[in-house]
């Protein structure tokens, strides 16, 4: 056989290899993402007060949510309402259980230390029901 018959070979083989080793791996990375959530449509979280502690300068968010059942509320504290591309944003969850239809239910979020000179952007950035939550 000539050299160029071998080189052809050699090129498939370690195509093959690549394929039989780097296919399964790639499935099972694609097949383990987050399984998907079962959407609560008659949730409703919201922010109604940011505002900073004086004595320890911690940010707080009084949360608001109506709905039925217990509900874990992922709050976000920023310093602009859109940040940039690549911007770490603080985040503090909340829990907040037996919340009945027709009856807004409050808990407060406290975020981090907040510098001196900057006003906060607190927001809802998740609200799941606490069952979901259960393995």
Do not use: N
């Not at 080793?21 to 383990?32: D, E, M, N």
């Not at 709905?67 to 920023?78: I, K």
């Amino acid at each position: 056989m000539s050299a160029l018959k071998w080189q052809g070979w050699l090129v498939g083989l370690v195509t093959l290899a690549g394929l039989l080793v780097f296919a399964p791996l790639g499935l099972y990375v694609w097949a383990s993402g987050e399984p998907p959530r079962e959407v609560v449509e008659d949730v409703r979280a919201r922010v109604t007060g940011c505002r900073i502690d004086p004595a320890s300068r911690r940010v707080a968010a009084t949360v608001e949510v109506t709905g039925q059942g217990s509900y874990v509320v992922t709050v976000e504290f920023r310093d602009r309402e859109h940040p940039g591309p690549g911007a770490r944003v603080a985040q503090a969850l909340v829990k907040i259980p037996g919340v009945t239809p027709g009856t807004p239910e409050h808990a407060e979020a406290v975020g981090p230390v907040w510098p001196a000179a900057t006003t906060p952007w607190c927001g809802v950035a998740d609200a799941v029901e606490s069952a979901q939550l259960e393995p």
